[in-house]
């Protein structure tokens, strides 16, 4: 007699067909022409355009404008990342479940919101409220990454042991002391290592967010790029890129550091 497959392997099988169905169906509704990236207009374009970066300003006076941008983006990514960080940590309490339930379902929705709302669309209306600069950017920064750090702050609670914690409430801690000398040491080390990989994010996302207006090297690059100053561009995108290198592997160099 037969034995019927286990249901989590059917749940599986369903689960990868439902994808492979999405991704066809975006293959076939998106309509994309391949071939039009091939052509010899759309070749020789290209070719043009990235012609224009091959020799990047190296000018003294050029050099310092990009020098304070650079500056500017490595403030905004790291103030809006330790903005995020503390709120982050403040609302995973609740979010965790510690205060009760109706205000675990209200933080998380706000968390939800917060995290949903793509750096650009906050930059954009933080622009509004408060001007072209980069305090714009550092808000917009820190209101998405809230959102993102209070939920996964909010996990590492709860997938802390809570055998330490259960303990120190045994042997008469109050449920703060406990807490603090318990659950909180042994979330920490993975909400730091969080805590740098968003950085990495930030660092990339701050850039960009200056397209917007909200200052940085992605304000000074959609500045030349508009002028069809290609070699000023480049510039731009060279210190972009080691920027990015830098905080790359300096949040590496922490992590590693944090796991011996």
Known sequence: MPVAPPVWTMTRALVLTGVLLLVATSFWSLQLEWRALLTQDALSNAGEFLSGFASPDLSAPMLVKVGHAALETLSMSALG????????????LPASGRFGKSLEVTTGL????????PELVWASMMLI???LGPFAGTIALAAHTTGVFGRLFAESLDNSPPEIEAS??????????AFLYSRLPQAFPQMLSYTLYRWENNIRAAAILGVVGAGGLGQMMKYHLSLFQ???????ILAMLLLVAAVDA???????????
């Open 110 to 117: 706000f968390l939800n919101v917060a995290r949903s709302i």
């Open 230 to 236: 290609m070699s000023s561009a480049a510039t731009v």
């Open 129 to 131: 409220a408060a001007g």
């Open 81 to 92: 990342t330790l903005i995020a960080a503390v709120l982050g940590l403040l609302l995973a």
């Open 250 to 260: 300096l949040s590496f160099s922490l992590r590693r550091w944090l796991v011996r």
């Open 168 to 177: 120190l409430r045994i042997n008469g801690a109050s449920a703060t002391q």
